[in-house]
């Protein structure tokens, strides 16, 4: 483990369990203890953190925009369980299950604000320029969550749109998080651009990568194989066997995907990813994608011990060792 992104995201994890909220209404803040509180990889508040290591070599300067960039994330996460019906998020019941719709959609709504007045502690000027950034971000993952929906009712995309949507829902948080940090440390913003493909070169490897254990990884990842496919849910490995697969060609997967039966839809569906050899392509673009990250890391000035952590976390997203 590396030791300066141990360190991170322990100082992550103490000031989330730290996080002062008002004590009532109990329906409106207990949902957002219990959100921030299920855990998970803590990816965006620890690139908020190396961002600002990387200008200033001191990430304590950014601990509430990391916390605002988290805060912010799991608000979407709250919403979009209520969007996709979902009843278990990190092995337990959603927030909209355990209490209810009306008061997820209020507790997220929330957190958007608590993340602003997070992301307030800090000077007029330092303020003016990430709340920039986190305004247009936000704005993005928004409507990267529209075009997901949106997609879902067409029979066919191009892999052109389905690589927008999903650096638009996934991609430029992770982007925005590390420029924020960046932005906190003294970066200039010549050097944002370059901060900017290296996270979104990560997002992009990383959702890929998503797709691809979703079908072909195994339970420690606490994944329900073919989970997707169950869900009749659109991914890279979809758009891609549609695209080789043709006009003609497509109708097969699409007979496949409506197959009422779970468990033959996703044996039916993963023999056609298997004769068109869908496992392989997925890794050679997570290769690829991971590649363009590396390259970009390579260019930027900075703290050396945020550099390597940096690319350390690279090879460990799409591992998937953490």
Not at 132 to 148: H, K, N, P, Y
Not at 239 to 261: F, N, W
Request: glycine share 8%; hydrophobic share 40%; proline share 2%.
């Amino acid at each position: 483990m590396n030791k300066l992104y141990s360190e991170i995201l322990a100082r992550v994890e103490v000031e989330i369990k730290g996080i002062e909220l008002p004590k009532t209404p109990t329906n409106l803040y207990d949902p957002i203890r219990y959100i921030m509180g299920l855990g998970g990889k803590r990816v965006r508040p620890v690139l908020t953190l190396l961002g600002n290591q990387l200008y200033k070599g001191n990430y304590e300067d950014a601990i509430h925009h990391a916390m605002a960039v988290e805060m912010f994330h799991n608000f979407t996460l709250v919403h979009d369980d209520v969007m996709d019906s979902a009843d278990v998020r990190r092995g337990l019941p959603t927030v909209h299950k355990k209490w209810s719709s009306n008061i997820a959609l209020l507790s997220g709504d929330g957190m958007l604000v608590a993340a602003y007045s997070l992301l307030q502690k800090t000077s007029p000027e330092t303020f003016s320029r990430t709340a920039r950034i986190f305004s247009d971000t936000a704005l993005e993952v928004c409507e990267g969550q529209q075009l997901d929906m949106d997609f879902s009712e067409l029979d066919s995309i191009s892999m052109e749109d389905y690589l927008g949507m999903i650096r638009q829902k996934t991609a430029v948080l992770l982007s925005g998080s590390l420029k924020i940090g960046a932005v906190v440390g003294g970066a200039d913003d010549q050097d944002l651009p370059n901060l900017e493909a290296f996270a979104e070169s990560l997002g992009l490897a990383f959702q890929v990568k998503d797709d691809y254990l979703d079908a072909f990884g195994s339970s420690e990842f606490g994944k329900v194989l073919g989970g997707d496919i169950m869900e009749g849910k659109r991914t890279w490995l979809t758009v891609k066997s549609l695209e080789l697969l043709g006009g003609k060609g497509s109708q097969r997967l699409h007979e496949a995907y409506a197959i009422k039966d779970f468990d033959d839809r996703v044996k039916e569906v993963l023999m056609i990813y298997r004769e068109l050899n869908i496992d392989k392509l997925a890794q050679q673009q997570v290769q690829e994608y991971s590649d363009i990250a590396q390259k970009s890391l390579a260019k930027m000035r900075g703290d050396k011990d945020a550099i390597e952590t940096l690319s350390w976390l690279v090879d460990q997203l799409i591992g998937r060792t953490i």
